[in-house]
T-cell receptor, first 117, second 116 residues
Framework: DADVTQTPRNRITKTGKRIMLECSQTKGHDRMYWYRQDPGLGLRLIYY???????NKGEISDGYSVSRQAQAKFSLSLESAIPNQTALYFC????????????????FGEGSRLTVL | AQKVTQAQTEISVVEKEDVTLDCVYETRDTTYYLFWYKQPPSGELVFLIR??????QNEISGRYSWNFQKSTSSFNFTITASQVVDSAVYFCALSEAVAAGNKLTFGGGTRVLVKP
């Protein structure tokens, strides 16, 4: 089983609908992130959380909200989806700053492809 | 604000050719980390390397090598003797070390197509 699991993997929805993307991890990491990938733009940070009671906006948080239900779970919501939110969404985790014995890398889920018609 | 630029959007090579991917970054921090990730056609993101700002030694891992030059704010990636399995999108990313934690800022990616 994957260490970082995203559901659903694919979703097609209509403008104005509420959508939730869920992420769960078994790595025991405190830090979780939601990124959005668009062609030519790389990945852009939507929200991040350094622990259960910590939520922070990223570069492109407008139109999104998140919930950190537990250390292992971090969900992303689109309250009223619009077509320009069509993208590939990635959840990621990390343990801490890079340091002795740690690479500081992000561990990514397999992505959730969202299409808003 | 930090920024990562990958000027090459797509590179096409024939198998066994070498290919170099450019990455230029901007940051005001003196301590930071640079990463490369690979995204094969299957879509997952695969970590390749992390380099901290105090370590300018080049690194080689098999057919992969990285050239970090602080003077030019570049962290270039070379694939030697490319293979079809190297076909993927490659992302360079930057993380500021202190208050920002390890949020990554990504470049736009370079798509590498290796033809047999």
């Amino acid at each position: 089983d994957a260490d970082v699991t995203q559901t659903p993997r694919n979703r097609i929805t209509k403008t104005g609908k509420r959508i939730m993307l869920e992420c769960s991890q078994t790595k025991g990491h405190d830090r979780m992130y939601w990124y959005r990938q668009d062609p030519g733009l790389g990945l852009r940070l939507i929200y991040y959380s350094f622990d259960v009671k910590d939520i922070n906006k990223g570069e492109i948080s407008d139109g999104y909200s998140v919930s950190r239900q537990a250390q292992a779970k971090f969900s992303l919501s689109l309250e009223s989806a619009i077509p320009n939110q069509t993208a590939l969404y990635f959840c990621a985790t990390s343990d801490h700053l890079p340091g002795r014995g740690r690479t500081g890398e992000l561990f990514f889920g397999e992505g959730s492809r969202l299409t808003v018609l | 604000a930090q920024k990562v630029t990958q000027a090459q959007t797509e590179i096409s090579v024939v198998e066994k050719e070498d290919v170099t991917l450019d990455c230029v970054y901007e940051t005001r921090d003196t301590t930071y980390y640079l990463f490369w990730y690979k995204q094969p056609p299957s879509g997952e993101l695969v970590f390749l390397i992390r380099r901290n700002s105090f370590d300018e030694q080049n690194e080689i891992s098999g057919r992969y090598s990285w050239n970090f030059q602080k003077s030019t704010s570049s962290f270039n990636f070379t694939i030697t003797a490319s293979q079809v399995v190297d076909s993927a999108v490659y992302f360079c990313a930057l993380s500021e070390a202190v208050a920002a934690g390890n949020k990554l800022t990504f470049g736009g990616g370079t798509r590498v197509l290796v033809k047999p």
